[in-house]
């Protein structure tokens, strides 16, 4: 079965100083990985996905980058946070194949700038 | 341009049944998903549609019509445990399987 980790779970970090949340995927090869943020009482956002390695795809332009450097790894980074990249992060992996039909997610990362 | 409309937010009884609907205009269709998210955890699967009808699991049940671009989520034998937000979502048809979401309804089981 396929499993996302995703660290850290919770984070405060000060306007203007870097981010990385890093999400790694077991039990399964060459997935499709998307990172969404959710902002407080919203829906989810999709910010990033990656059909392979180096492979990225930006859906709205922000204060956000992500890489692929291995197959399951997913990185979600910025080298100044704003305030409003205050949110819940969370990885997903497409499970087309999958019985259920439905993404695996990770965990979250709940993201507090101050 | 890509729409999902959801109610923001609903209240129902312990026992009851309650209807969430979801509209949407997509520049491709590939399927629908309903999820469930409690409070500052992720979401969960539902169920999934891509062909027009009920599907049925358990207590929870979607329907959906193409032609309508309209699915519901009907929640039966209501427990306070299904108090969660309750996230409709759209695959395109392009080959990235990444699905769109609703803003998602907020559902409150009152006893």
């Known amino acids: 079965s396929q499993t996302i980790h995703q660290w850290p779970a919770t984070l405060v970090q000060p306007v203007g100083s870097p981010l990385s949340l890093e999400c790694t995927v077991e039990g399964t090869s060459n997935p499709n990985l998307y990172w969404y943020r959710q902002a407080a009482g919203r829906g989810l956002q999709l910010l990033f996905y990656s059909v392979g390695i180096g492979q990225i795809s930006s859906e709205v332009p922000q204060n956000l980058s992500a890489s692929r450097p291995q197959d399951r790894q997913f990185i979600l980074s910025s080298k100044k946070l704003l305030l409003s990249d205050s949110g819940f992060y969370l990885c997903?992996?497409?499970?087309?194949?999958?019985?259920?039909?439905?993404?695996?997610f990770g965990s979250g990362t709940r993201l507090t700038v101050v | 341009g890509q729409n999902i409309d959801q109610p923001t937010e609903m209240t129902a009884t312990e026992g009851a049944i309650v209807q969430i609907n979801c509209t949407y205009q997509?520049?491709?269709?590939?399927?629908l998903f309903w999820y469930q998210q409690h409070a500052g955890e992720a979401p969960t699967f539902l169920s999934y549609n891509v062909l027009d009808g009920l599907e049925e699991k358990g207590r929870f049940s979607s329907f959906l019509s193409r032609s309508k671009g309209y699915s519901y989520l009907l929640l039966k034998e209501l427990q306070m445990k299904d108090s969660a937000s309750y996230l409709c979502a759209v695959r395109g048809s392009d080959n990235t399987d990444k699905l769109i979401f609703g803003t998602g309804t907020r559902l409150q089981v009152f006893p």
């Open positions: 997509t520049s491709g269709f590939n399927g």
């Open positions: 997903a992996q497409g499970g087309w194949g999958s019985s259920n039909y439905g993404y695996t």
